[in-house]
């Protein structure tokens, strides 16, 4: 069973096609909770019907259906509660890929407290800057030993945080506490699952925020992105007409719990179309390992970012067998027509790219039921009313270059962000005019198909004509010596702008005076001239954010300096 129906009737039926798709609604209940209104509604309903499947490098695996998952989650929350953890408290979670990180969610749904997923990748000053932009007043980690030392460090300069929670995994590099924290495991045990939903001032509305993002902007501090509690409802799309879910099948999004990715590809959309979702708690990304995962668990269908089709795509599929696979999507960045390639030549399977922001669910995507276009964003999706506007408002004619927008109608789509909290003056700048400006620019071919350009500040001014990084950096991905190019501009006396790339080769080739020249003979015989990179500069890596996007940003401001010397 899924509970699709209670909400968008028209996508209950077993197969959609997104051309049939007219008159979208999502019908919004008064007060949803996802924990309440999907996860115990499962467990009533079909309390056998499998949730999540989990394992990690230690050989370690569970399975949970939704009666185990409610009863957790009450559990989680009775630990909460009895910490004095209230609707509207601000709670850290950093929990990479652990299987607790799903009960502990939901008990904050319960609760009514405001989930931030932090990735384990951040440092004591980055912990410092949440907790004190968001007051946080209790930081659940697991033992890891670098999270632990990270959170114990910044604790003297984060006077909001009340409480800290660890939650023990006894595997890899892990740390004993010098502060005081509560073990979560050991409050576990001995906590009852009776609890009551709330009513009357504790009980949670549509408008409340349920969940809060910092952003892994590439430029400046990270901006706070609150979503509201009918969020999950806005996935149902994302998961079940791009994803493509299966009813009962096992969906592998691979994002860690820190990222906006997680909520897009590991639980609400998911489970609201009946799939189960795979976590494979990974400590370091190795292409071999996550195939005899796909095979050993028969994942069903399966979401990356491109990079990581670049390295699977170099590992030899053919050795495992991935029958079970029905569906290959991505986004994250855009996507390399190579890759597209080499992965339906590999896989036969093609692979439907979509596109959206930690502040949206999915904005577009090529859809069930579309034929896909390798490197575009496909179609808006629905619900989302999707433009591409020149300087002065207007619609950009065919191919022609603008930033993307969403028209609002005099209402913000289901799913969609509340704002930036504590800045009302970024929030305004965004939603201007009737408009939601994602700071994108984008272009539509004949068919309707949207084009991925760049960021804003990212495009390049050369010559009087506007480059997209992504177009060149396209085909420096063609040449087999490349791994990962970033394309930007420096400042150039002649032409405004030159155009750069820095390139990171493949593993075991050398870097040369003749294999430059080549790359870039390479890229000149297949895009115009005034595309042409002028400089081209081997690197050991690119500067990325911790979400892993290409700081493009960090690259021009170090070439601007360098010239200033």
């Avoid at 009666?67 to 909460?80: G, I, P």
């Avoid at 989930?115 to 000053?125: I, M, R, S, W």
């Avoid at 590439?218 to 994302?238: A, D, E, R, W």
């Avoid at 800045?423 to 084009?451: I, M, P, R, S």
Wanted: net charge neutral; charged share 25%.
């Amino acid at each position: 069973m899924n509970l699709i129906g209670d909400f968008v009737p028209e996508f209950a039926a077993k197969e959609i096609d997104y051309d049939k798709i007219h008159d979208f609604n999502i019908t919004v209940p008064d007060n949803f909770n996802f924990a309440y209104d999907i996860v115990d509604k499962y467990a009533n309903l079909e309390p056998k019907k499998r949730a999540l499947v989990w394992c990690d490098d230690f050989g370690n695996e569970r399975t949970m259906n939704f009666l185990e998952m409610s009863e957790a989650s009450k559990k989680a929350a009775t630990v909460f509660d009895s910490l004095g953890i209230k609707k509207g408290d601000f709670v850290m979670l950093i929990l990479r890929r652990r299987w607790e990180f799903w009960p502990i969610l939901l008990a904050l749904h319960r609760i009514g407290a405001i989930a931030v997923p932090a990735t384990n990748q951040l440092l004591a000053k980055d912990i410092e800057y949440r907790t004190n932009a968001a007051k946080i007043k209790m930081i659940v980690a697991l033992d890891e030993a670098q999270v632990v030392k990270a959170v114990e460090d910044a604790l003297p300069k984060s006077p909001s945080v009340e409480k800290l929670v660890l939650v023990r995994t006894n595997v890899g590099k892990t740390m004993e506490p010098t502060k005081e924290w509560v073990d979560f495991h050991e409050k576990f045990a001995s906590s009852s699952s009776d609890f009551k939903r709330k009513e009357g001032d504790g009980r949670t509305k549509n408008d409340d925020t349920m969940l809060m993002y910092f952003t892994s902007g590439t430029s400046g501090y990270p901006k706070m992105v609150q979503h509201n509690f009918l969020y999950p409802l806005g996935h149902i799309v994302t998961a079940k007409l791009w994803q493509n879910v299966i009813e009962d099948g096992l969906h592998l999004s691979v994002a860690e719990t820190g990222w906006a990715k997680a909520m897009w590809g590991k639980i609400y959309g998911q489970w609201i179309c009946g799939s189960a979702v795979f976590v494979y708690d990974m400590i370091q990304f190795k292409p071999y390992l996550l195939m005899q995962k796909l095979e050993k668990y028969k994942v069903t269908t399966f979401c990356a970012p491109p990079t990581v089709y670049r390295y699977l795509i170099r590992t030899d599929i053919k050795k495992f067998d991935l029958s079970n696979l029905k569906y290959f999507v991505t986004a994250g960045e855009a996507l390399n027509p190579e890759v597209y390639n080499k992965v339906l030549e590999l896989s036969g399977k093609k692979l439907f790219e979509g596109y959206g922001q930690t502040e949206c669910t999915l904005l577009s995507g090529n859809f069930v039921g579309m034929k896909p276009k390798p490197g575009s964003m496909g179609k808006a999706a629905p619900g989302y009313d999707l433009a591409v506007l020149d300087s002065e408002g207007n619609e950009c004619a065919t191919g022609e270059v603008g930033s993307l927008v969403i028209r609002l109608h005099g209402k913000r789509p289901v799913g969609m962000f509340s704002g930036y909290y504590l800045d009302d003056a970024l929030t305004q700048q965004v939603f201007n005019g009737g408009l939601y400006h994602t700071g994108d620019t984008a272009y539509k071919d004949e068919d309707g198909y949207l084009w991925f350009v760049g960021r804003d500040d990212d495009l390049i001014k050369t010559s009087g004509y506007r480059v997209s990084p992504f177009e060149v950096e396209s085909i420096f991905q063609q040449h087999p010596a490349v791994l990962e190019c970033a394309v930007t501009g420096v400042k150039d006396k002649h032409r405004g702008q030159a155009i750069k790339a820095s390139v990171v080769l493949t593993k075991g080739i050398e870097a040369t005076v003749a294999l430059e020249h080549e790359i870039l003979e390479f890229v000149k015989s297949k895009t115009a001239s005034y595309k042409h990179p002028r400089i081209l500069e081997f690197v050991k890596e690119l500067p990325k954010t911790i979400s892993g996007k290409i700081r493009r940003v960090e690259i021009r401001e170090n070439d601007a300096k360098k010239q200033d010397e």
